[in-house]
């Protein structure tokens, strides 16, 4: 079994067999990245839909896994993690100050 649609890819976090919660999709420049072994996705867990609470889906062996196929991957260059912490750090917290101000 092959991933449809690798640049579609979550994370989840999965409760008692069901998904628990949710993230946006894959960053492709790391995860789909033949410069950055790092943090690359090579397989999925599937499950019965693609939302929160769904089932996920199991085998004699325990999670279903499906793959993402070699083709997936493409040469996305180096990726500074570091730069990336950063700006992810100063967005949240622009976020929460416009949140703040907002109320205020």
Known sequence: MYVVDPSRIRHVTIVAGRIAA???????STHL????????????????RFEIGARVKFNNNGLLFASVDRSAYQHHGPVDTTQRMLDMHDAVKRMREARVSRRG
């Open 33 to 48: 990245n033949l410069d950055y072994p790092y943090h690359r996705v090579t397989t999925c867990v599937i499950a019965e």
């Open 22 to 28: 949710m993230s946006g999709y894959i960053d492709p």
